[in-house]
């Protein structure tokens, strides 16, 4: 029998929809603990299958979910669905709907911003009055009760529980998994004086998105811990990275960035434990590609200064129509913003951490 408050449930393995050819089963059990949400390994299958999977409890059986093992040996082709940043109150999942539809995908990968922490009126939340899409609950959200009702908002959507029903997803969480602009010891939209621990609220939303998204922990005593390898035989090896909380210095501003503050060779974006476990893992890695699961923006950006501190159409057109002008019919103007200095656009992702993404680069 269950523990107080806990429930007992079964669960099947088949090679067939149809569950005629089961090939693992087990019991298992959940409980407020973990948000009554379950994870099981079933062992002993065979790598680069299909596998149909369903729970009882009681009498109550789910719907049958669909997965695939992981290839092995020689592969010749792989196709991935990537998916980021899915605002429940912004508008439909149809992306979710469109993959679950398809015959042609082997695996989805996550790579952050599953949920979205704000209030009733927080970003992009304008029409989710007219969609029936409110933020739930109302408040932005802070505690491990709050970012697990907001997971369980975000899967009354029919199209995300769709995808999940028929693709194993390979997971991250962004920022917004958390707090806007997370990093180590902080977020842009966290308030210690008026929300408390930044600390605890971490934990509240790292707790919920393991409890709530299919990860297996590398390390179970560290659930910051996320950064993780897949090898899909000898076409791919996948390195999904964590450039959001277990390494990631504190923002740099516009003045600092200016003043070389991006190519200082100790300002870490993945931290130095992760960043030497990605440089060993492509050097031994013999796989064709090498594909980094990477959060955000990591291409060499740099903008003109004028525009990125007021970025405006005008200021863009400006800066284009100097550029175009020849330099010797070039009024002062245009020659100061040609010769002005530029920034990295965007100073939260890899353009902020110029040094650390070149040492990425030449491994």
Not at 64 to 79: C, D, E, H
Not at 309 to 334: C, G, M, V
Request: hydrophobic residues 40%.
């Amino acid at each position: 029998p269950a523990a107080p408050g806990a429930v007992n449930l079964s669960w099947e393995v088949a090679s067939d929809s149809g569950f005629g050819a089961i090939v693992a089963r087990g019991t298992a059990t959940t409980s407020e603990a973990q948000d009554y949400t379950l994870k099981v390994d079933a062992t002993g299958l065979q790598p680069a299958s299909v596998y149909y999977y369903r729970f009882f409890f009681g009498a109550e059986r789910s719907d049958t979910g669909r997965t695939r093992t992981l290839p092995t040996g020689n592969v010749s082709r792989l196709k991935l669905a990537v998916f980021s940043c899915a605002n429940f109150p912004a508008g439909y999942f149809n992306v979710y709907a469109d993959a679950a539809r398809r015959n042609d995908i082997d695996f989805a990968l996550h790579l952050g911003d599953y949920i979205y922490e704000y209030g009733l009126l927080g970003y992009a939340s304008q029409l989710a009055f007219v969609i029936d899409r409110e933020s739930s609950p109302r408040h932005e959200i802070l505690t491990l009760a709050d970012y697990r009702q907001r997971h369980a908002q975000y899967r009354t959507d029919a199209d995300l529980r769709a995808m999940h029903a028929v693709l194993p997803v390979i997971a991250v969480w962004d920022d917004h998994d958390l707090a806007d602009n997370a990093w180590s010891g902080g977020a842009a939209n966290h308030d210690p004086s008026s929300e408390g621990s930044f600390t605890a609220r971490r934990a509240a939303a790292v707790q919920a998105y393991h409890e709530w998204l299919p990860t297996r922990l590398p390390d179970p005593a560290n659930p910051l811990k996320i950064y993780r390898r897949f090898d899909f035989g000898n076409l791919l090896t996948l390195h999904m990275l964590d450039t959001r909380v277990i390494g990631r210095d504190a923002p740099l501003s516009r003045d600092a960035f200016l003043a070389g503050g991006a190519a200082d060779p100790a300002r870490q974006l993945l931290g130095t434990e992760q960043s030497d476990w990605l440089t060993a893992g492509m050097q031994a890695s013999t796989a064709t590609w090498q594909v980094l699961g990477n959060q955000v923006l990591m291409g060499r950006m740099r903008i003109p200064l004028s525009v990125y501190d007021n970025f405006t159409e005008s200021n863009i057109n400006d800066y284009l129509k100097a550029l175009d002008t020849p330099a010797a019919s070039r009024t002062t103007a245009q020659q100061a913003l040609i010769s002005q200095p530029t920034i990295g656009f965007e100073l939260t992702n890899w353009n902020g951490f110029e040094a650390a993404r070149e040492k990425v680069f030449a491994a």
